[in-house]
Nanobody
Framework: QVQLVESGGGLVQAGGSLRLSCAAA????????MGWYRQAPGKQRELVAG???????NYADSVKGRFTISRDNAKNTVYLQMSSLKPEDTAVYYC???????????????WGQGTQVTVSS
């Protein structure tokens, strides 16, 4: 019933910026951790950035200083601001959320549909 809808991907030249958004929709009581993952052709999916419900963040070493993850709990939305993009950032980006559907229940994991980010050299 819960769906994560992503937007903001596209084609950008090296050094440019993009902002990804992911909004959770459905029956939601609260959301714990949220994050962004990416998967390039021939590679495994990797964690790019994560953020707790309280705003604590963590980043992959490859994106530290260039990417910023944030969230708006009132909108059940997580963002990824990407700057100084490099060709090696090219991948399909997926959002992830641990969703609590009702008070007192455990969190279920949900994934977005993925959005393509392509960085040209």
């Amino acid at each position: 019933q819960v769906q994560l809808v992503e937007s903001g991907g596209g084609l950008v030249q090296a050094g440019g910026s993009l902002r990804l958004s992911c909004a959770a929709a459905g029956v939601i009581f609260s959301i714990n951790d949220m994050g962004w993952y990416r998967q390039a052709p021939g590679k495994q999916r990797e964690l790019v950035a994560g953020i707790t419900r309280y705003g604590t963040t963590n980043y992959a070493d490859s994106v530290k200083g260039r990417f910023t993850i944030s969230r708006d709990n009132a909108k059940n939305t997580v963002y990824l601001q990407m700057s100084s993009l490099k060709p090696e950032d090219t991948a399909v980006y997926y959002c992830n959320a641990m969703v609590i559907k009702r008070f007192g229940s455990f969190a279920n994991e949900y994934w977005g549909q993925g959005t393509q980010v392509t960085v040209s050299s």
